[in-house]
């Protein structure tokens, strides 16, 4: 049964700092990798969308990465600013389904 | 724009009663999500539906009944029998098929309170 971790659960970081957050999934049968962002009560935001013959994709200051045969991805935040808060959520599709993970709660310090 | 349209916003539900959360897209997806989210608990796949007029059971659709008379919608009825009912209702949708370049599209998501 594939099974999505995030790890930490939730992290603080000062303004400005570049940071990293982590995804590994059990199996390595995926279609695609999405990472997500939610701000409190609200609904998902998609950042980025990684299909399994990809290695990474970029947007702004955003870049995932993903490593299959391995089970894990990171999202690549730079130069963090306090508009970065909130939690982000990863999501695997092995099939007709997406799992996700827990997330992790970011904070970034002004 | 295209996107997807959740209502209402928040939503309370008297003991016993059914209720149901709307679901509305207009980006022409062929499949259709419902999830739960609890905090701590992360999000929960309630029901789902490829096609129109077929819908599959999630993991936790016990107290739940869905419908998907058109493409465009898929609305959750929350019953009587779901005895803790109080959480955040998120719909999602995306394109059928696994080689998309558009993953998936949620919704802005339905907070029902028990009262």
Redesign the interface.
């Known amino acids: 049964k594939q099974e999505v971790t995030q790890i930490p659960a939730a992290l603080s970081v000062p303004e400005g700092e570049n940071l990293v957050l982590n995804c590994s999934f059990t199996d390595s049968a995926i279609?695609?990798l999405?990472w997500?962002r939610q701000d409190p009560?609200?609904?998902?935001?998609?950042l980025l969308?990684i299909?399994s013959s990809q290695r990474e994709q970029t947007s702004g200051r955003l870049n995932a990465s993903l490593d299959k045969s391995s089970g894990r991805s990171t999202l690549y935040i730079a130069a963090s600013q306090p508009g970065d808060s909130a939690t982000y959520?990863c999501?695997v599709?092995p099939d007709?389904?997406?799992i996700?993970?827990?997330?992790t709660r970011l904070h970034i310090l002004p | 724009d295209g996107g997807i349209t959740?209502s209402p916003k928040y939503l309370f539900r008297k003991e016993g009663q059914n209720v149901t959360l709307s679901c509305e897209q207009n980006l022409n997806h062929d499949?259709m999500?419902w999830y739960r989210q609890d905090p701590?608990?992360?999000?929960r796949?309630i029901y789902?539906s490829?096609i129109v007029n077929d819908f599959q059971k999630?993991d936790i659709a016990e107290g739940y009944s869905v419908s998907r008379e058109k493409k465009e919608s898929f609305p959750l009825t929350v019953t009587s029998a779901q005895k803790n009912p109080t959480a955040?209702y998120?719909c999602?949708s995306t394109i059928q098929g696994?080689?998309?370049?558009?993953?998936?599209?949620?919704?802005?998501?339905t907070?029902l309170t028990v009262v």
């Open positions: 279609y695609n999405q997500f009560g609200k609904g998902l935001t998609s969308l299909q959520l999501a599709r007709d389904k997406i996700f993970g827990k997330g | 959740q499949a999500y701590g608990q992360g999000l796949l789902y490829q999630g955040f998120l999602a696994f080689r998309t370049e558009n993953g998936y599209t949620f919704g802005s998501g907070r």
